[in-house]
């Protein structure tokens, strides 16, 4: 009898690990343990996680940008003239657009942002038109702006924050910003490289306090500009913006929970983060072909959990880090 109840005992404990482990495994799949750490110093870099490839038949091919909406993960494969979507564990659920200048159709897929709705804005750079589909990626219309003369020609980075549109004009050398239905707020720029000029700004980003980061991509620099449009400050990786510049061919920018600036540099296959005050925190990448090394990066999203993705060009994925 004390055998038989040894042996059920034993048996309880050892169902009860397995629950336990099929219970933390299928949470880790479906990531909702990452709040978890929050508990671990974050004071230090984003370490690499994982990268995301693509539909096996058709993976990744020059993904350009990249963003978290809602719970979905989208990527514009550009040489594919579609947008990926995948889930937060990596795998590619599903696709959509296709080579064209009809609606839902692409020459040139580039930045990509979310609104409120779920609604997903796609810029086209060669279409000139920024397309507006739902979270399943069917077409609902063009963004149509409220002016006789249209602003919007080459259309590069996007990014919504307070229910306004930020658009990169890459030929107007422009940041031009919009409310979502259409009315112009202001535009910020014009070709040269004194402050406040563009050549070439291709990524946007906008922090808690409402500055406003645009990737002056032909100049070597960042620039920063209150929410009125205003010129703060020019990053470029020097001391306080006014040496020669650390970066080269600067796209992807965002901002991170705690103020930190992570700042995409194409050709040296880096990312530059500093502090609020202008202080370099770390660099990662470095250029390869392992895990965690980026081969002209390009786009760079940083979602509400601090989980950074990044367009990895010519290694044809996105890199995951948190």
Known sequence: MKKKNVYITMSSIFALSVALFATISFFNLEGNVRPMLAAVDQSGPPQYSQSFYGDFNEPLSKPMDVARIGEFVYVSDTSNRQIQVFDQAGTAIFKFGENGTEEGQFQFPYGIA?????????????NGNISIFDSKGKFIRYFEEKSEEKAIASPGGLRIYDEQLYVTDIKANKLFVFTLDGEKI????????????????????????????VTDSGNNRVQVFDQN????????????GKGSPLFVNPRGVAVDSQGVVYIVSNQSHNIYAYTPDGTEAFVLGGMGTDNGKLYLPNGLFIDNRDTLYVTDTINQRVSVYY
């Open 114 to 126: 979310g609104n409120a709705e779920g609604e997903i804005y796609v810029a086209d750079l060669y």
């Open 186 to 213: 202001m535009e910020i720029g014009g070709p040269g490289a004194e402050e406040g000029q563009f050549i070439a700004p291709n990524a946007v980003t906008v922090d808690r306090e409402k500055q406003i980061y």
């Open 229 to 240: 449009g205003k010129f703060i400050r020019i990053i470029n990786g020097s001391q306080d």
